[in-house]
């Protein structure tokens, strides 16, 4: 179906009053007469936004797993999941599932399930959903099914992740570990004692991310290194082509990635709490340096599209460069050249905000389909 947008605010190099034309799943044309037949939404007093790409949400785990130990089938998980992304204005959506060594809900058992359910469901969600498999790098057994699917094309983005060290060294303290240990299902003493095992075979790690890193470059599959320690890590992640850094620990090495410009992924939740939670540098001083140029759910929707808000009242950067970092930004270092912005051509994914205090998701449109409405008022 044809859906004709009059009379919002488009967001382009700024904003301007204009009326838009979709047909087919694409943007068709600027200023012209609706088709006859067409859905018409009439858009006055909104902003009329490139729809969101969120390249790493783990926030479907809670809909997985609301409390600890308490988990739900998958299937209904993800179709919960696909309507909290449209609601938040999300049309593009990397899960990002981490694959640890660990049991429970970041399992082999789990991380198998959610890779068969994404690619099976991928159909009839709404949002398009792909699978960002977050690899912690101690998982040695892992190697052999993700090589599979890597060269089947099932993997969206592979990030590298090294959460063994951390957990060793703060293995005596029960608030830093407490939330690991309840999702293993395992005892306190048991955890620490797999931490031990699996820490055991550090010397074989280095090997492993080579070899899976050879193969995303073979398949064309972005890499992400996620919390780069230092700017030598970050130095030899690129040397094996993985061309983003996700959540550097450091303002450093932030600067690392940006001196050989690239991408850099910092937290949504950041901007909107006005800092991170666990020490690490602030998202907005970041944008303001220059050394952001991605925002990412993380682990909370509602903030993804927050936070372009916040950042423009604050001054940190004007509000089509705010936006950008959550929609043009993530496309282009994905590989999606189809969408992230509003152009004849490209993958109709808007998003109809009401500005305010808290901006309203009016209306989301996932490839030329209306698939959210929160205002019956926009069909007239």
């Known amino acids: 179906m044809a859906i004709s947008i009059t009379g ?72 919960d999941a696909d309507r909290a992304l449209l609601a938040n204005g999300i049309t593009t959506a990397f899960h990002g599932v981490t694959w640890s060594w660990e049991p429970g809900l970041r399992g082999a058992e789990t991380a198998r399930a959610l890779a068969d359910a994404i690619a099976r469901l991928q159909p009839e969600l709404d949002a398009d959903t792909r699978f ?27 990030a590298f992740n090294d ?58 599959v972005p890499m992400f290194s996620h919390d780069d320690m230092t700017p030598a890590m970050r130095a030899w992640y690129r040397s094996l082509g993985v061309a983003v850094a996700e959540f550097p620990i450091d303002e450093a090495t932030a600067r690392e990635a940006a001196t050989h410009g690239e991408a850099i992924v910092f937290g949504a939740p950041n901007v909107v709490r006005g800092g991170s939670h666990t020490g690490c540098p602030s998202a907005e001083e970041m944008v303001r340096a220059g050394l952001c140029t991605i925002l990412a759910s993380d682990y909370y929707y509602p903030a993804l599209a927050l936070a372009p808000f916040l ?40 998003v109809l905000v009401e500005e305010g205090p808290h901006p309203r998701i009016v209306a989301t449109i996932a490839g030329g389909r209306l698939v959210h409405l929160a205002d019956q008022r926009l069909l007239g």
Not at 139 to 157: D, H, K, M, T
């Open 163 to 220: 959460h063994t060290e951390g957990t060793l060294k703060t293995r005596h303290r029960p608030d830093k570990i407490g939330k690991m240990v309840e999702r293993t299902g395992l005892s306190t003493e048991a955890f620490m004692a797999l931490v031990e095992t699996v820490y055991a075979r550090k010397g074989d790690v280095e090997g492993s991310i080579a070899r899976l890193a050879a193969a995303a470059r073979a398949a064309g």
């Open 8 to 79: 919002g605010d488009i967001l382009g190099e700024g904003l301007e009053r204009r009326d838009i034309t979709l047909e087919d799943g694409m943007i068709a044309a600027f200023d012209t007469a609706p088709r006859a037949g067409a859905l018409r939404l009439d858009a006055t007093g909104l902003l009329v936004l490139p729809g969101l790409v969120d390249c790493h949400g783990d926030a479907f785990e809670r809909h997985i797993m609301p409390r600890p130990r308490v988990a739900f089938d998958i299937d209904l998980a993800l179709r």
């Open 311 to 350: 950042l423009a009242r604050r001054g940190a950067a004007s509000f089509a460069e705010a936006w950008a970092l959550v929609s043009r930004a993530p496309a282009h270092a994905l590989g999606l050249h189809d969408r992230g912005v509003i152009a004849p051509g490209k993958r109709a994914d808007l």
């Open 132 to 158: 960002h498999l977050r690899h912690e790098t101690f998982n040695l057994e892992a190697e052999p099914q993700i090589l599979a699917w890597l060269a089947e094309g099932r993997v969206g983005v592979l």
